[in-house]
Structures are given as structure tokens and as C-alpha cells.
């Protein structure tokens, strides 16, 4: 087949993977695995799914909300590895796939402009306690798998996904990426159901949370796709209720980071919107002032509602591990104040015995990198995160600021949890945030002042 004759048979299906219909698909695929319980099938189908659109286009799009819509669901898998071991001939049409993506499509990398930060940050996780750390320790797959994914691999793969999204589009890549981010919200709802419906004898005589293995990470994929309700706004007000409900579900995941960072990612969405929008001012702030009315009127059904985050929260031995942590981490710091103890030190895991396949986290950006990577690390993350925020400032429209908004809401959510430390989707999403603000951002604060004047 030549490559025209190609590209002619390709046309319809990339129109369909660029539209609304593909994130329906999506998430219908998602909605038939998450009923049937089938979570560890519906990745490994889902991944050949995509591993096939590759085929289909250079574009990585399709195949990032695809990540997306999978790391919805597959929260719920961590203890699944064996499972997935048993469904390894899936690795074969996928490896395929895979392989004629670079052949059909030849690599292209681009730098970024968060570029020299990411690499500064992969240096610090790369030599994160040399001298110190036990060699085999450092040289496990689960430490490489980490170094690799959280330094130069990431930087590597940001520099795939900035080619792929360089010049323009045939379709509105503003409109398709903020969709792209709503979908997890979709799946999140799901699996909520799912978990209430079929616990429902646990909810007794009154709706109360449920817990759950993967309420944090529940609720950090809700935090990131909030403020993009909230950029839908300016078109239609409803969306600003779809915000408010979005809280609503990080409630019933019971996470309480989620409760307090939540609600104040929430009130930096609507005061950002009653403040930029002067069109919906009014009724955001009606909205605004009914929610906390009702909230005064409801106030004893929402204590009973999340009674279990609220015991959890201020229970003593609940915070124990969190705190003991804390602790630790201040002293592996003072251990090896240069380069840290490393990333895949596993010396407290007598406090937190973490899963298989997963490193020992801190469960706090800040100290898991003065712990991990000392000095060095401090100062990597402080560059990165300087050139996050110019990276902002030179590129401030709406669009990058709903970016932006979102950032905040994981590195707040990343205080008390591993957050932006886990790679795939945390990290790699909002280092990608940084990529199409200064590739696929129109409009340029006009975006903004026109809102301001309500137009």
C-alpha cells in the first residue's frame, strides 16, 4: 500500500478519534469492564486499543486521553500484578503496534521549556543517595523503573509528545485537550457506583462514605480535572454546578486530603471565575452564597455523610504513619544532606510497609525530595518549578491558566500524598501542561481581558 492510499484509508478514522464520539467510546469501554469487575482485562484490552490508534496517527492525543481514561479505573488494581502476568500474549500485538508507530511514523524530539528544569530534576533523582544507598537496592528494577520514569526517560518522552503536538491542528486542540481531562470524571462516576451499588448494604440506614483502597487516587485525578469544568464556564454556567459536583464526588472517596485541599482547589476555581468572567458574575456569586446556605441548613447530614474522613482526620493512630514519615524523612535528610538518601530507599518501610512494585514514599513532595535527593534535589525542583511558573507568566490566556490551576490542585494534593511523584499519569500530565501552553495556547491574555469585560 503506498503511502497515499494509506492516508486515505486513515482519514475517517482520525476524524472519529479526534471527536467527541472516541471519548464516548472511551468511556462506554471503560463503563463494560468497571460492571463486569473485569479491571485488570479492561487495561490490557484498553492498551491494545491504543497501542492500535497509534497505527492510525502521529498524533498522541487520542492516545493520551486513552491514559486517561485508563488510570480512572486502573486505581483500583493495585494489587493485581499476577493477574496481569497471566494475560501476557496481549504483549505481542501491542509490541507490534508499537513498532510499526515508529516505522509508519519516525521519531521526532523537541525541546521544551521546562526542558533544562526536567533535566536538572533527573540528575538529582539519578545520583539521589550515591554513597549511601545499597547497591542492589539502587539497581532493582523497581528503583530503575522509578529513576527512569520520574528523570531522563520522562524528559525523553515529553520530548516525543512536544514534536507530536508542534504546529496547528485540524481540530480545536483547546477544546479536544480540556475534554480530554473531563473524561476521567466520567469514569471516576463509574467506579463510585460501582462501589456504592454493590456495598450498598454497608451504607445501613443513611448515605455514608465507604472506604476504599484507591480513594487518594480518586481524588487527586478529580482535582486535576476540576478547573476544567470550570474553563467551560464562559459558554455554559452549568458547568460551574458540574465543579461543584466534582467536589461532591471527592467527598464520597472519603480521601481527606481530598476534603481539605479539594475544597480549597474548589474555592480558588470559583473565586477565579467570579473574579475573570463578568458575564456569569452574578450568578456565580448566587450560586456561591445559596451552596453555602444549603451547606449551613445541611450541615448535620454532610458530618454524618463524611464521618468516616473526618474520624480519620483527627484520629491520633490514623496520622501516625503520615507524621512518623514526616519524622523520618527530616531525619534521612540530615543522614546524607547532599544528595539524599535516594529514591528507592526502602529503610522505612518498619513504618510504611508500601505494595510490591512500589517505592516507599514520604507521602510529602517537599520532604520526599530534601529526603530522596538532599541539596541537590531541593535545588533541581526549585529551578523546574521556577520554569513552570515563567513558563506560565509568558503564556498567561485562559486555557493556560485553567492549566495552571489544575498543576496547583496536584501539588497541593502532592503534600500529603505521593502525588506528583508518581509518574504515569501524575507527572507526565502536567509536565505536558507546560508543553502546550507555549505550543497549542491561542488567544494570549486577550482570552482573559475579553472575559473581564464580558464579552
Known sequence: MTREKFESHMKPLRKFLFSDWYTL????????????NQGVLGVVVMATILAFIMVITEDLLPVLEGIMVISSFAIKLKYSTPDFLKLWPFAFPIAICLIAHFFIYPPK????????????????????????????????????FYMGS???????????????????????????????????VAVITLCLIYEYFTRRGELADHLRVIPFQWRNNGSTILMLSMPFAFYYTRKHFGMFLVGVLIYGEILLTGSRGGLLFGAAELAICAFTMIIIDKKHRKPAIITVLLGLVALAFAGRYLSDLIHYTIERMTNPSENYTRLKLYSRGISDFKSSPFVGRGIAYMGNRDIHPSAKHTLCWYHCSVIQVAASCGIVGIAAYIYLNIQRILTFRKNVSFFSLTLFLSFVGLEMMSLVNPGIFAPYPY???????????????????????KLRKGE
Not at 526542558?115 to 528494577?141: D, E, K, L
Not at 528523570?151 to 480540556?178: I, Q
Open 150 to 184: 520520574l528523570g531522563f526517560f520522562m524528559v525523553l518522552l515529553c520530548s516525543y509528545v512536544a514534536a507530536s503536538f508542534d504546529g496547528e491542528k485540524e481540530y480545536n486542540f483547546e477544546d479536544r485537550f480540556c475534554k480530554m481531562m473531563l473524561s476521567p
Open 427 to 449: 507527572l507526565l500530565i502536567v509536565s505536558i501542561y507546560f508543553i502546550v501552553m507555549t505550543q497549542q495556547n491561542s488567544g494570549g491574555k486577550e482570552t482573559i481581558t
Open 25 to 36: 467510546m472511551l468511556i462506554a469501554v471503560s463503563a463494560l469492564f468497571i460492571f463486569t
Open 109 to 144: 524530539l523537541k525541546k521544551f521549556s521546562t526542558f533544562r528544569g526536567m533535566i536538572a530534576a533527573s540528575v538529582a533523582v539519578t545520583i539521589g543517595g550515591a554513597g549511601i544507598i545499597n547497591p542492589r537496592t539502587y539497581f532493582s528494577p523497581t528503583s530503575l
